[in-house]
Structure formats: structure tokens, C-alpha cells
């Protein structure tokens, strides 16, 4: 007996991710947003090859691209885990209505048997937007005790747009302080995460050897001339934060999370 009406192709999740270079592609950049030569050396294929299999991935809407802020040339490919989770949900429910996906949520009880709190730092050049709203929704979604902090390589004032995009989701940062990186050069992280093209570039090594991330955003406070202007950016980068501190913490909230001294 049949449950459900049968689709004449694969769901496009199994069409698009089933190629085995292709999955090798979506693992790496299910770890970091990356650039085609990082990807070139990470799969071990030629350039146009994970070219091509980049725009298959695109196509499919499991991958995104973004110009670099630091070479315009260039660019990052980020795995859309949101989508993911829509298309992998489907899958499911197209062969069954019982395999129907839901999404894993951080698990307060697994998070850290060791009782020990996890420690996340973000980084962008000015410390100012970027990094501070991913510091901020960081400790205000965790369904665990978890450090956070930020700071940048050139730290400017905290935009006023970053204060008004968090307070309309609860939560203050005006009084937050700007700080630079070099205030955390001897400190242990088990996460740190880049937001910003320019300090991946310049992105110092810190004690450890913490899981290091990146996620190629561009600065709000460059999409207009004033603050009016640049806030529809800023609610779209905070929106865009917030899935990914999202999945981030389904990451850290794992057992198997590396523990640091």
C-alpha cells in the first residue's frame, strides 16, 4: 500500500547532494564559509571541476555566494543551512510521512557533561556591528551557560544601528565597549569565528588551537551614506546572525565538542 503520492524524480536535496564531490563540497563548507582554491585543495579536485559542482550546488539553492570584501575578485561560498533543513525535511516526507525532519535544537542537558562552559570569540575589523550582535544573540539564545565575547583589529564606536537591531529583539548592548583582538591574544577559546573578509586575512592564532570559523558577511554600515540608510543591512545581518549563532550552537551543544585547558 502506497503512502503518499510518488514523485517522478528524487527530491532535490538526494538529486542536487548526492554526487559524492559535490557532499565532500558541502562538508567543508558545512565547517566554514570558503573560497574555490580552499575548496580546490580541501577536495583535492581541479578548480573547474568544484566550479562546476559549485554551480550545481547554487542551482539547487544549498550553497550561496558572496563577494569578498577584501578582494572583489573573489569569493565565498557558504552552505544555506537553513534551506538545507527545508529540503532535507522534504526529502524525508516525500518517501514517508513519518521522516519528516525536524530541526535539532541545542540540547541544555548534553551540551557540556563536563560541566565546563564553552568559549566563543567573533571577530570583524571594528568590532562596532558585526561581531558584537553575533556576541550578543550568542548569550541570549544559548540554553546553556556559554562565554562569549568579541572584538576586532580596528576597533571604531558601536554603530548605533547594531544597539537599535538588538533591542528590537530584547536585547541592550548600548553599553557594550569596542576592544581589539590583542585584548584576547592569551586567552583560550574553543570557538573563534571571523564575520568579517578582511581580519580572516589577518586573523592571528590563538592558544589551544580553537575551531576556527568563518562567515563572509559584509559590513552593514557600507550599504549607505546614513544611518537611515544603512538599517535595513543591519536587520538583515542580524537576522542572517541569528541563524547561524542558531547552528552554531547546535554544534558546541554536542558531547563531542574539543575540550581546552
Request: hydrophobic share 40%; with cysteine; aromatic share 6%.
Amino acid at each position: 500500500m502506497r503512502v503518499g503520492t510518488v514523485a517522478s524524480t528524487p527530491p532535490v536535496f538526494v538529486r542536487v547532494a548526492a554526487h559524492p564531490l559535490r557532499w565532500r563540497i558541502l562538508n567543508e563548507l558545512a565547517a566554514s564559509d570558503r573560497r574555490v582554491r580552499e575548496l580546490t585543495l580541501a577536495v583535492a579536485a581541479a578548480q573547474s571541476l568544484v566550479s562546476y559542482h559549485l554551480s550545481c550546488l547554487r542551482a539547487g539553492g544549498l550553497v550561496v555566494a558572496r563577494k569578498s570584501s577584501a578582494d572583489g575578485r573573489d569569493s565565498y561560498y557558504a552552505l544555506d543551512l537553513a534551506r538545507c533543513t527545508d529540503l532535507l525535511s522534504a526529502a524525508g516526507a516525500a518517501l514517508h510521512p513519518g521522516l519528516r525532519l525536524a530541526p535539532v535544537e541545542p540540547d541544555r542537558r548534553s551540551a557540556r557533561s563536563s560541566g565546563r562552559v564553552p568559549r566563543v570569540l567573533f571577530l570583524c575589523t571594528g568590532n562596532s556591528a558585526r561581531s558584537q550582535m553575533a556576541e550578543a544573540l550568542l548569550l541570549d539564545r544559548a540554553p546553556f551557560p556559554v562565554h562569549g565575547s568579541s572584538a576586532g583589529s580596528r576597533p571604531k564606536p558601536l554603530h548605533p544601528n547594531a544597539v537599535r537591531v538588538m533591542r528590537n529583539r530584547g536585547i541592550d548592548i548600548s553599553g557594550n565597549r569596542t576592544k581589539h583582538l590583542r585584548e584576547f591574544s592569551r586567552r583560550r577559546f574553543d570557538h573563534v569565528v571571523t564575520l568579517c573578509d578582511r581580519l580572516r586575512e589577518e586573523c592571528p592564532e590563538f592558544p589551544g588551537h580553537p575551531t576556527v570559523t568563518h562567515w563572509s558577511m559584509a559590513d552593514p554600515s557600507a550599504a549607505g551614506a546614513t544611518n537611515a540608510q544603512t538599517y535595513p543591512a543591519f536587520e538583515r545581518a542580524a537576522d542572517e546572525i541569528e541563524r547561524r549563532v542558531h547552528f552554531l550552537l547546535a554544534v558546541i551543544g554536542q558531547p563531542s565538542t574539543k575540550e581546552s585547558s
